[in-house]
């Protein structure tokens, strides 16, 4: 039996070689007689060479299919608030990523039916449908057209992701291959999903749920056969097929989808009929609408996430606008739209009856461009019903406006100033008429932190953020005024003086060389007089008796404290205590946020934290760990807690004694505008010398809120401007649109701090009466650390003290007197050192 087996392979090799050399025998004879033969070798030898080089050229350089596995698609980051609501997106591009599970059958069925019938059996490569092609192809050579495509659903994906779309047989070629490889690579089902989450769909739409929500407002699973048959016409051209006035084009080709549905039996007669009858049902384009009130507040968190992770994909996978990320931020909806009506408000009262004030911008228009022109420059306000256009002409006192949309309308209310060109603000006031309105010139940032962990709730830079980026609670850099005096009075309380401590508010100077003797002044350019507590010089913003404090504690000591509080780095002059130096809105109310929290800091932050697309946390504000939180058994020790996230940045004593203090500012000092809110509130009022800008900043244990008023360009906002007229008004607007979520508890003294009943007056202690009610009551309430309230004291006490007080104040103003004549003989003259120096009151 072996040796049959033997004997038969020996004959088949005998065999293949005798066939073989007949074969080769017969070329040899045939190719040196036959012309024909000849032709037919060197044109099959030339194809193969062809072939060989084509693949070398095509096909060397081509992506790796494995590339699909770990493909991740561009994907817009999400922004959420406080409450986890989404309130705004970083997008280029409409995208939604779905899984094959997703995707309702009926809608993958309408673009098989649109786009590859064969998709299931084919292994990449339909090649009816290919030679269809190339026969297309060969009969438009020249014309000008472009032939029809010929690909499979998986030549699409090798297009639209690994090589682009450029229009030649070479990436016809790149395509085929890359499609077997696909094929060899990925599942059908894992196949389709990439095609369904990646084709462009017009409208900016990527995919299909990006598509349905453009098209028909919907997601995917709520579409009907009519809706989905549409979708799958769009590959094809989805700017055409897209649009309202080709409707009837749309129709005629959804509805070859179909009927192409109905001959592969994906859909039945009846529903195919019915489907038909149906209009396309598309809406108009649209913008995806979010809270307008939170433009500036997403747009600080736009820049801090660019700084970390970069803009686009090539930066890095967590790309603002490609990463698909998941952003957890502080902003309280209802706290953002107060501030910015607050602002707002405060800023059209500022400007009442100051008239127009000049356009947004100014264009050069030419002819018919002027809508291209406005919507390039990309202005847009969201205050009442007003809207941003251009003046179109001016004709005497008629002149006319247009809109981005193409909508044109007459103008009344014409300024002077007013001409072709400018871009201007205004609102509806009949048909097609509009009215000219006004954008108050004057600006403005506000800023509410929560003291408990530095979470910013609400800020506003400005009067909209459509008509500008740049924000002013966390940009501009101003001279904070009087707000700074709190921390010169911190500075005071950890050198040893008392909210009871007497301090002078007579004329300070100092002698500086050449320039002569320099002097400060109290607002409005009084000298002072006499010696009043810390609580009043504090409650009555007495600039002299700051600077004599900040004499006294010594400047160095005041200045460490603005830092390390995170107001700012200043040298050691005593204008800064005055508020010369230049911070931010956002600095300021983070500094208040330590007094209102016994002195522990946060950072200030936006973001409390962020994931990347698979959910991974990439970025928290809070970082400290818990290592033993997630133990699989309990241990029986105590249950385990995080390390405070804080920074004692103030003695906790000292920071309530200034806020303490900083309550007598509203109920009976510069912010007294406060005080008829009914609850606790501590603050402080600044205007800087000019005036330039007026401030309020101050809040409660739970909210802290900083708000300034001023020029972009710094100049005067007239001699009735101050903190108390008009920064402290647009605080108490945001608090009474905000009542419920301010506490009416009183603010809690830390260990330490021991509350005396004290005359307001002198501070002398008083007994056996108790304080009223009346913020002007004579005795009060005051803190003070241990061992520093004023000491009991006898009558004779008393009078002995005030006889050695007179003769004192006898021999200062004999000695003083004394000073001046001698001053008088050096200079004749006494500059104002606070204005030189920047000063403010």
Not at 136 to 157: L, N
Not at 254 to 277: F, I, P
Not at 365 to 385: A, F, M, P, S
Request: glycine share 12%; hydrophobic share 40%; charged share 25%.
């Amino acid at each position: 039996m072996a040796e049959n087996a033997s004997s038969d392979g020996e004959n088949l090799n005998y065999r293949i070689r005798r066939e073989a050399s007949g074969a080769w025998g017969w070329l040899r004879s045939n190719w040196r007689e036959k012309r024909w033969v000849r032709w037919l070798g060197y044109a099959g030898g030339g194809f193969l060479a062809v072939f060989a080089a084509a693949w070398l050229l095509v096909a060397r350089d081509l992506p790796s299919a494995d590339k699909l596995l770990d493909y991740q698609p561009p994907l817009p980051t999400i922004v959420r608030g406080i409450d986890g609501q989404i309130v705004y997106s970083y997008a280029r591009e409409r995208r939604v990523q779905l899984r094959f599970v997703d995707f309702p059958k009926q809608l993958t069925d309408s673009f098989l039916a649109a786009e590859d019938k064969t998709f299931w059996t084919h292994g990449g490569v339909d090649y009816p449908g290919l030679i269809g092609a190339v026969i297309d192809y060969a009969s438009k050579m020249g014309s000008g057209q472009r032939a029809k495509g010929g690909s499979t659903i998986t030549q699409q994906v090798a297009k639209n992701i690994l090589i682009g779309d450029e229009y030649s047989v070479t990436r016809k070629l790149k395509e085929m291959i890359l499609a077997r490889r696909i094929e060899a690579t990925l599942t059908k089902q894992q196949i389709l999903e990439l095609y369904l989450n990646e084709i462009p769909l017009g409208r900016q739409s990527f995919g299909v749920q990006a598509a349905a929500r453009a098209y028909f407002g919907k997601d995917v699973g709520d579409l009907n056969l009519q809706e989905s048959a549409f979708l799958a016409i769009l590959p094809k051209a989805p700017e055409r097929y897209g649009r309202a006035k080709n409707a009837d084009m749309a129709i005629a080709r959804r509805n070859y989808v179909l009927d192409q549905m109905e001959k592969n039996g994906w859909a039945s007669a009846e529903a195919v009929a019915q489907a038909k009858t149906q209009p396309l049902g598309i809406i108009g384009r649209r913008v995806e609408t979010y809270d307008p009130s939170v433009g500036y507040f997403v747009e600080e968190v736009r820049r801090q996430l660019i700084d970390r992770y970069g803009e686009k994909a090539e930066k890095g996978p967590n790309g603002v606008y490609a990463g698909g990320l998941w952003v957890r931020t502080s902003v309280d909806p209802e706290m953002q739209k107060a501030a910015q009506d607050s602002l707002r408000a405060g800023l059209l009262r500022y400007h009442g009856g100051m008239g127009w004030r000049g356009p947004i911008e100014h264009l050069d228009i030419d002819g018919d461009r002027w809508q291209t022109e406005l919507v390039t420059l990309n202005k847009t306000i969201t205050y009442q019903d007003w809207r941003v256009g251009i003046v179109i002409d001016r004709q005497g006192a008629s002149a006319s406006i247009g809109f981005p949309d193409g909508k044109t309308g007459r103008l009344t209310g014409l300024p002077d100033a007013l001409r072709a060109g400018d871009v201007i603000a205004a609102a509806p006031v009949g048909t097609d008429t509009y009215a000219v309105k006004t954008i108050p010139e004057v600006s403005g940032g506000m800023l509410v932190e929560s003291p408990a962990d530095g979470r910013i709730v609400a800020m506003q830079g400005g009067f909209d953020a459509g008509l500008a980026s740049f924000n002013r609670a966390t940009q501009a850099l101003r001279q904070p005024g009087s707000t700074i005096k709190p921390f010169v009075y911190a500075t005071g309380l950890d050198m040893g003086m008392t909210p009871a401590t007497m301090v002078s508010d007579g004329t300070f100077c100092v002698y500086q060389g050449t320039a002569g003797q320099k002097c400060f002044r109290n607002f409005g350019g009084g000298g002072g007089g006499g010696t009043h507590t810390m609580r009043w010089g504090l409650e009555q913003s007495r600039n002299l008796m700051t600077v004599h404090i900040a004499n006294d504690a010594g400047m160095e000591n005041v200045t460490k404290t603005f830092q390390r509080v995170g107001i700012g780095k200043y040298q050691n002059y005593l204008s800064f205590a005055l508020g010369a130096g230049d911070t931010t809105v956002i600095q300021m109310v983070n500094a208040y946020a330590a007094l209102a929290a016994n002195g522990v800091q946060y950072p200030a932050s936006v973001i409390d934290y962020v994931q990347d697309r698979n959910g991974k946390v990439i970025f928290r504000a809070d970082n400290r760990r818990c290592t033993t939180c997630n133990m699989a058994q309990w241990d029986g020790k105590p249950m385990p807690r995080f390390e405070p996230r804080g920074k004692q940045v103030l003695d906790p004593r000292t920071a309530y004694q200034v806020v303490h203090m900083l309550e007598g500012v509203v109920q009976r000092g510069t912010a007294v505008v406060l005080r008829d809110l009914k609850i606790p509130l501590f603050g402080k009022t600044g205007t800087t010398t000019g005036p330039t800008n007026v401030w309020f900043v101050g809040g409660s244990q739970k909210y802290v809120a900083g708000v300034y008023l001023g020029y972009d360009k710094p100049r005067s906002l007239g001699g009735y401007a101050q903190g108390g007229r008009i920064a402290a008004p647009i605080f108490k607007q945001f608090v009474q649109a905000t009542r419920n979520r301010w506490s009416d508890l009183p603010f809690v003294a830390p260990e330490g701090v021991r509350m005396v009943r004290i005359d307001r007056t002198s501070g002398k202690r008083v007994f056996g009466v108790e304080p009223g009610s009346d913020p002007k009551a004579g005795v009060i309430w005051e803190a003070f650390k241990p061992d520093t309230e004023p000491a009991r004291a006898t009558r004779a006490d008393e009078l002995s003290k005030q006889r050695s007080a007179l003769l004192a104040a006898i021999q200062r103003g004999r000695q003083a007197r004394q000073q001046d004549a001698r001053d008088a003989a050096r200079s004749a003259e006494s500059a104002d050192f606070a204005e030189e120096q920047g000063g403010v009151y």
